[in-house]
């Protein structure tokens, strides 16, 4: 199917010590907001819409968690790319 | 979802009893900013694109504020503005602004009644959430929702004022100044998370008769609006979705405790003599003008301690002269020839009145209040010293003034008084001028300096609510110390001593006007003391008038004597329970 050629996903740790808490989520958030499609939040199979705080934070993503960061569209890419390394920085805690 | 289930289950939550009996209704909250009354109403087809932009418009005005706010934090705090910015993002959050957007659509309900909705939702998610710290995210949400909600609702706030249904109020706390526009006796009883036994709101549903369970820590979290409740004052347990069985017990126990206070009641107007021929006075502290029935109805020889503080908290400026003299004439004259012991203003009064406040006091206990409060105010002084009085022409009245430490305190509020008088005699107002005037004693320093205050006085009455406050540092409001409270400490019972044999010696007068005067139990000790008049909430007059009748003031002399000797509250207790145990429990009213 075309769609799932189009997806594009991403593994991810949480190493900030609060985890996916109120500003992390916010951040995540903001980025997601200038997708084109939808920009998803896996974690243990349960997938929410990154571009909600409210929705992140219902994840309950402690430090040390692993979540799956996918986006539908190929051309959210660089929307991809720039949480990935807000997350990968620790959200610049 | 799991909470939906254990919904109704009942549920018994303990506090503190606060004023006895039991009231059985529905639950009414009463929020931080007055009355949480969120009306719920259906919006017509051709309106909801209406309401939706009423929404949206009260978003915007929500988020221009909050932007307001972060843009005022000066440059140094800005990092500690990012909470704010997260509330900024999360006002047009999908789960929030969408699906209240969704909410008035799809149900055809009004905007507050949406979000409210949405929100309670969304603490439904946030509760199964295991991790402490994201599951206090919820908070953020609900900050959010209630900046939308203020702007949703504006000017159309609920007052707590017009709150005149049958129901069972439950609140965080109850301020003073909330009691005094609550028409209290209109309500069947109330709950709150804070507050204890002795504190101001208690006193006031002890005196209205109304039960009350305080310091319950959480219960406006528990409980929702128009829950049935079952609030059982006397020993402070409050009942939530009460099941059959339960409802049909407390019915019965509602019924029974209302038969043993009718009874009790009937023999209030004999005298309170005891075996052996010692009379004592039983008289009643009121507030409100309104409880002179209440005192007359259950025996009370006359007002011990009328409160004067209603008139200043409950409107918007100093009341005048003439208001009050009105007040102070209709209890006079209600209750003469018994006599009437007028309190000065026990208040702060910049506190008191709206909009006068200039700064917070940290530590109001101790700040400046009640006669300190007046001294620096003469003018406020001398209206209500004048109204006095003009009230004495009346009937039987002294006058009494409260929180005085020092003797100089005590100098100048007498000087005010000659001024007061002065000035009505040169306008040949008729009044008497040779009233008793008396201090309150209820300061540490004044228990000390009682020998040298007697002189400038008539009568002591002592205070013991705030004498065991300020002897034993102890806020009465404060749960975790409120049970250290207690008027058995060995210290307060050697200054209650102390004030009684200085007042014997100087020869004046010595009453008590505080809680303790008002426990059956405390009366063996009273006697023993010899104090001749004491003052309580007019419904505790009859048990205490049926304790006096049974007992010896030769027996009392004597236990006083062993009772001095103890070192703990709990050795006090059981030697006067070993010695008046039967007595006490044919009389109390407990369940």
């Keep these: 199917m075309d769609n799932t ?8 740790k949480i190493i900030n010590d609060l985890g996916l808490h109120a500003r992390a989520a916010a951040m995540i958030a903001k980025l997601a907001q200038n997708a084109k499609a939808k920009v998803w939040i896996i974690k243990d199979g349960e997938k929410v819409d990154a571009s909600s705080v409210i929705d992140i934070l219902t994840l309950a993503c402690v430090k040390d968690s692993k979540v799956q960061l996918r986006i539908d569209d190929r051309l959210d890419l660089d929307v991809l790319n720039d949480i990935v390394e807000l997350v990968e920085s620790g959200f610049g805690e | 979802m799991t909470a939906i289930e254990t919904e109704d289950k009942e549920m018994r939550l303990y506090g503190i009893g606060a004023s006895p009996g039991i009231c059985i209704g529905k639950a009414y909250l009463v929020g931080k900013e007055g009355v949480d009354v ?38 140094e705090l800005r990092e500690h503005a990012y909470i704010l910015e997260t509330h900024m993002v ?56 209630e900046r939308i909600m203020l702007n949703l609702v504006g000017a159309e706030t609920v007052n ?79 009942i939530v979705h009460p099941t059959e069985d339960t ?48 005192v007359i109805d259950h025996g009370g020889d006359g007002i011990g301690l009328y409160r004067t503080e209603f008139q200043y908290l409950s409107s918007a400026f100093f009341p005048s002269e003439d208001e009050l003299f009105e007040k102070y004439k209709a209890v006079v004259e209600a209750i003469a020839p018994k006599p009437v012991v007028i309190r000065t203003l026990d208040i702060n009064g910049d506190k008191a009145i ?24 003469p003018d ?32 100048e509020a007498r000087r005010i008084l ?25 300061v540490p320093s004044a228990v000390i300096m009682a020998d040298v205050l007697a002189q400038y006085v008539d009568f002591f009455s002592i205070g013991t609510n705030d004498l065991i406050q300020y002897s034993l540092a102890i806020d009465r409001d404060n749960k975790d110390v409120a049970h250290l409270y207690h008027p058995l400490n060995p210290a307060i019972l050697r200054m209650v001593k102390h004030v009684a044999d200085v007042a014997r010696e100087k020869g004046i007068k010595v009453y008590m006007c505080g809680e303790m005067a008002g426990d059956p139990i405390h009366i063996p000790i009273l006697l023993g003391l010899e104090m001749v008049e004491l003052s309580m909430n007019p419904q505790a007059i009859p048990a205490v008038k049926s304790m006096i009748r049974a007992l010896k003031v030769e027996d009392a002399r004597r236990l006083m004597k062993d009772i001095l000797k103890q070192t703990d509250v709990k050795d006090v207790l059981k030697l006067l329970q070993d010695n008046y145990g039967t007595i006490i429990s044919e009389k109390m009213y407990t369940e």
């Excluded at chain 2, 502290?285 to 002179?292: A, M, Q």
């Excluded at chain 2, 709206?354 to 001294?375: H, K, M, Q, V």
């Excluded at chain 2, 003009?390 to 020092?406: D, E, Q």
Aim: aromatic share 6%; proline share 2%; glycine share 4%.
């Design chain 2, 247 to 294: 409802l049909k017990d407390y019915f019965r126990r509602k019924i029974n405790y209302e038969a043993y206070q009718e009874s009790i009641n009937r023999d209030g107007h004999l005298l309170a003599e005891t075996v052996d021929g010692f009379s004592v006075q039983v008289m009643a502290n009121i507030e409100l003008s309104e409880e002179i029935a209440s």
């Design chain 1, 5 to 12: 050629l189009r997806e594009i996903s991403r593994d991810l």
């Design chain 2, 90 to 145: 999360l006002f047009k959050d999908k789960l929030l602004y969408e699906k209240t957007i969704e909410t008035i659509e799809n149900e055809h309900i009004n905007a507050e009644w949406a979000l409210k909705k949405v929100v309670s939702n969304l603490k439904a998610m946030f509760h199964n959430i295991q991790d402490s710290y994201l599951k206090e995210r919820v908070d953020d949400i609900v900050h959010v929702s």
């Design chain 2, 160 to 238: 707590i004022a017009d709150i005149d249904k049958r129901v069972i109020l439950v609140a965080h706390d109850l301020s003073p100044a909330d009691t005094s526009q609550i028409q209290l006796e209109k309500i069947m009883g109330f709950i709150t998370d804070r507050g204890g036994r002795a504190s101001h709101t208690g006193i006031i549903a002890r005196s209205l008769e109304i039960p009350a369970v305080m310091g319950l820590d959480n219960v406006t979290a528990i409980i929702k609006n128009d829950d049935i409740i079952i609030v059982d004052g006397t020993s402070g347990i409050v």
């Design chain 2, 418 to 442: 000659d001024e007061a008088a002065d000035s009505l005699e040169k306008e040949g107002v008729v009044f008497k001028r040779n009233i008793e005037v008396g201090i309150m004693i209820e």
């Design chain 2, 354 to 377: 709206a909009d006068t406040s200039e700064f917070d006091e940290t530590n109001p206990a101790l700040g400046l209040r009640a006669i300190r409060y007046c001294l620096k105010n």
């Design chain 2, 38 to 75: 969120i009306k719920k109403y259906h919006i017509a087809e051709s309106r909801l694109q209406n309401e939706v932009n009423r929404f949206k418009i009260a978003v915007e005005k929500a988020k221009k504020e909050l932007q307001g706010i972060i843009e005022n934090i000066p440059q």
């Design chain 2, 380 to 411: 406020v002084f001398k209206t209500q010293l004048r109204a006095i009085l003009r009230a004495t022409a009346f009937g039987n009245v002294r006058i009494l003034f409260p929180m005085i430490s020092t003797c100089e305190e005590v100098r």
